[in-house]
């Protein structure tokens, strides 16, 4: 049986979704087909935005950088994980938040063929010392 190299490979089925887990709650990830055009466009632009500011600045943010990038991340992991809490949402770190823009952006990238927002950076997979102390102090 001959193998078909095919140029386009579409699905109307529901597609399988990438899923984080947050304080043992398990969220599925947004998938493109979840968004218009301009709202994909945006997100894409809003975590390539946050990406070039972490690769630039580093560690030197003053209060201004700081506040962007916040703004950038929080619309990117709420448009990201679907389901999610305001409530868990708001005992996120920015870091936390950074990881989640990483895993959803390698997830994305790779329906699309795209890369993820930091290509060789992955973010860790267990992120849960923070949240386990804010879900204690609460």
């Known amino acids: 049986m001959e193998e078909t190299d095919y140029l386009l490979q579409l699905s ?31 997100l894409s632009a809003a975590g390539s935005k946050a990406a070039m500011l972490m690769k630039i600045q580093g ?46 952006s390698d997830a994305v990238g790779s329906k699309i063929g795209g890369a993820p927002l930091q290509p060789g950076q992955k973010s860790s997979p267990d992120f849960s010392d923070s949240t386990e102390e804010a879900s204690e102090a609460g």
């Not at 984080?20 to 945006?42: A, G």
């Open 59 to 104: 560690t030197n943010f003053d209060p201004a950088e700081t506040g962007q990038l916040t703004d950038l991340l929080d619309k990117v992991v709420h448009s990201a994980v679907r389901g999610l809490p305001e409530e868990v949402f708001d005992q996120l770190k920015l870091i936390q938040k950074f990881a989640i823009v990483n895993v959803f």
């Open 12 to 42: 109307t089925e529901e597609p399988k979704r990438s899923k984080i887990k947050i304080d043992d709650t398990e969220y599925e990830l947004s998938v493109p087909e979840d968004f218009e055009l301009d709202e994909f466009l945006q």
